[in-house]
């Protein structure tokens, strides 16, 4: 199915409603996430979108951060009242806030500032840790998409620990630096801590992304081998260069493998995503 931003305001909704009852696919629901900043996490979910996008799968982008770096990335523009904010506090239906976006097979509900007051809303609801997850549900059972990306915020907070509850898989994104080793060993034990408290029991590490990876130095290749030495086949072959393309196509509103496709970080990114797609299709 084509998703281009050419279709009426409300299309979703519409459609999402129609199809409440009736299975097409099995969506999966994956979080990127890493409570440390600047590790390339949301870099990764809008090259990973459009990448996967580029082989035919349906997308919807979820923008968490309130700084809605995701939204800019795949060429929107913040704008209040459009983010998951107005669903979790029981304002719109989820499907009345799903957008299109310039990539054919990419929708996102997007971010502003006013999620940042998402924290204290979901604090003072009953189950808290399931809100995400409740919001979800029309467009899991509806399955228009083949995955849903969940750009997480960088932090322990409320917002992503109920991201994580609902989602079936994490992809932690670590830049190539040993103090992100530490932060690594954070997210593990909050995902295992979900899994064993029965908060979300079949949650897993999809996988780990190493990100930033700087040929030139001995640092980046050192952090790499020791973060495959203690998790093994968890992290991805492919890794993520620095790459000039890829920090320059934000300005443009663009994810790298639009803006530069032949770049070395588009090709990198081209790799994870098919890479991604071997692995999830066996779960």
């Known amino acids: ?13 519409v459609f999402i409603r129609l199809c409440y009852t009736e299975a097409m696919k099995e969506t999966k629901v994956i979080a990127v996430a890493n ?9 990764t979910v809008v090259n990973l979108a ?3 996008a580029k082989m035919r799968k349906t997308v919807l982008v979820i923008d ?14 913040p704008t209040p009242g459009t983010s998951l904010y107005s669903a979790l506090t029981g304002q719109a239906f989820i499907g009345d806030i799903i957008q299109g976006t310039p990539l054919e097979n990419v929708n996102i509900i997007p971010s502003e500032i006013d999620l940042s ?7 003072r609801q009953d189950n808290h840790l399931q809100v995400v997850r409740n919001q979800l549900a029309p467009v899991l059972t509806a ?3 083949d995955y849903i990306l969940l750009d997480c915020p960088p932090s322990l907070g409320i917002l992503m620990t109920s991201s994580l509850a609902a989602a079936d898989s ?5 830049q190539c630096e040993y103090y992100a080793m530490e932060g690594l060993t954070v997210i593990t034990d909050v995902i295992t801590r979900l899994r064993d408290n ?7 590490a999809e996988g780990i992304l190493m990100t930033m990876y700087d040929a030139r130095t001995n640092l980046s290749e050192d952090v790499v081998q020791e973060v495959r030495k203690h998790y093994g086949k968890l992290v991805y072959k492919t890794v993520i260069p620095r790459n000039i393309r890829i920090s320059e196509a934000p300005s443009f509103g663009q994810p790298v493998v639009i803006y530069d496709p032949s770049s070395k970080g588009a090709l990198a990114y081209l790799a994870l995503a098919k890479e991604f797609v071997r692995r999830t299709a066996g779960k």
Do not use: C, F
């Not at 007051?117 to 979901?122: N, R, T």
């Open 170 to 174: 994490v992809l932690v994104a670590m």
């Open 64 to 77: 968490l951060d309130p700084q809605a770096n995701a939204t800019s990335g795949l060429g929107l523009r």
């Open 50 to 52: 459009a990448a996967l």
């Open 35 to 43: 409570q440390k900043g600047g590790v390339g996490k949301t870099t």
């Open 117 to 123: 007051g998402a924290e204290l809303e979901i604090a």
């Open 1 to 13: 199915m084509a998703m281009r931003h050419i279709y009426p305001k409300h299309y979703w909704a």
């Open 198 to 204: 029965g908060v979300n029991p079949n949650l897993h």
């Open 143 to 145: 399955n228009i998409y």
